[in-house]
């Protein structure tokens, strides 16, 4: 896949269901009584992991593209799985079904692929073991392989150091198995979908300003969820709308759940030409059309409280800042380091090699735009979020850009190259 500068980029377009909330619909399902169908599911490399680790614990889970219908057998009807569980690449599916492993009856153990074996689950090791569980991390260094389960939680008080819903709804699914009352408080708020979600299953969770809380053993009904498009995909095409030459795009049916929604501010923030339009709310989450078109963009600051609301976007919002007059600086953002790759070093050494004047600090980046980018071979590092940033990159490139793994979109958006030709032709 090779990709040239782009002379315009116009049409209407929608992106693939929201992978959080696809994920937190097989798992909240399973662990449900009764059926519960999933209509716009990402039928993503990621959330494929999730479903094949619930039908090992046999959950009956019939898949027909986007349209999923998982036969929950509630809150106490998993059971051991036969072998290691296979999360492969997502780390969403580690942490959140570890809060679920964590309080089955039997021990069960999982393990990724080479990045997820790299990624820090010491963060969730810690509340677990407060609440009383087993688990351990097999290679004594803080990461998969983990082993857990076969022990009675309690519930606690966990304030988290990081802001991380992967945290937050870890240790929120392991009090669904703890008496009484658990309840995690972070340093700034990150993304609800699970505390949405779970409230729609029947669970007794509440919101407090930094505090999220739940009641253990609640009873949990399946349901029936329209998942919306995925704003962490719309973004690379809110990015393009905005940076090139005569665009003028529609992203159709784009979750846009403020806890999720920072590049929506930045874009505006950077003088981005963008509109909500058939603003309504969808399964209990905000959703509308997006609309964007060619824009002057001058650089910000993107730091503090804003960081968890678009942690996954950062890579693509450096490739606007890049396209920008003057100087954007990123900061607070050393989550970035601890992604499917260290995204701060990743989008560095990319940006450079395309010309960017871009410099790397300990918790962002420091971006001077107006400089012409010139395609070259764009190192993914396997990291699908940087492969796709970088194709909005090649977009305002002279010359070819192309990627030593084209095949890394897989992860989220299956069809990212082909929606981006559709809007060339």
């Not at 999360?87 to 959140?96: A, F, H, P, W």
């Not at 309690?154 to 929120?172: E, F, G, N, R, T």
């Not at 969808?282 to 960081?307: F, M, N, Q, W, Y």
Request: with cysteine.
């Amino acid at each position: 896949m090779a990709i040239t500068k782009v002379k315009s980029l116009k049409g209407e377009i929608t992106v693939p269901g929201d992978k959080s909330i696809s994920h937190r619909g097989v798992m909240f399902g399973a662990i449900s009584d009764g059926i519960t169908e999933l209509n716009g599911f990402l039928d993503g490399a990621d959330c494929r992991s999730t479903i094949s680790c619930f039908r090992a614990m046999g959950i009956d889970i019939s898949q027909e593209k986007d349209h999923v219908i998982i036969h929950g057998k509630g809150l106490h009807g998993l059971n051991a799985p036969a072998n290691m569980l296979d999360v492969g690449n997502s780390g969403t599916t580690t942490r959140l079904i570890s809060g679920i492993l964590a309080g089955q009856p039997f021990v069960s153990s999982l393990n990724g692929d080479a990045s997820i074996q790299k990624r820090p689950m010491g963060r969730i090791i810690t509340p677990l073991s407060e609440m009383g569980a087993y688990i351990r991390s097999l290679k004594d260094n803080g990461c998969a392989p983990l082993e857990m389960g076969g022990k009675q939680l309690h519930s606690i008080h966990y304030d988290s150091p990081v802001a991380s819903a992967q945290v937050k709804s870890c240790v929120l699914l392991a009090g669904l198995y703890a008496d009484g009352i658990t309840s995690v408080t972070e340093p700034v708020v990150s993304r609800n979908h699970t505390e949405l979600m779970l409230s729609g299953f029947g669970a007794d969770i509440k919101s407090e300003g930094l505090t999220a809380s739940i009641v253990g053993n609640p009873k949990l009904l399946g349901q029936k969820i329209a998942v919306p498009g995925d704003i962490s995909s719309a973004a690379y095409f809110i990015a393009a709308g905005l940076i090139c030459d005569n665009a003028d795009l529609l992203i159709k049916n784009v979750n846009t759940n403020p806890t999720r929604a920072g590049i929506i501010k930045v874009a505006k923030d950077m003088g981005g030409k963008l509109e909500l339009l058939n603003e309504r709310i969808v399964s209990g989450e905000p959703v509308a059309d997006i609309h964007v078109c060619t824009s002057s963009l001058h650089g910000c600051e993107i730091s503090g409280d804003i960081i968890p609301t678009l942690i996954d976007e950062l890579p693509v919002i450096a490739v606007m800042a890049s396209a920008a007059t003057g100087t954007t600086i990123i900061k607070d953002a050393a989550e970035l380091k601890v992604k499917e790759s260290d995204r701060i070093a990743t989008v560095t050494e990319n940006l450079k090699a395309m010309g960017a004047d871009v410099t790397a600090t300990d918790d962002g980046m420091i971006i001077v735009g107006g400089k012409e980018l010139q395609g070259t071979t764009i190192k993914t590092y396997k990291d699908h979020r940087i492969a796709m940033a970088f194709a909005v990159a090649g977009l305002i490139a002279n010359g070819k850009t192309d990627f030593d793994d084209e095949k890394c979109p897989v992860i989220s958006y299956p069809n990212f190259f082909e929606t981006l030709n559709r809007l060339l032709s």
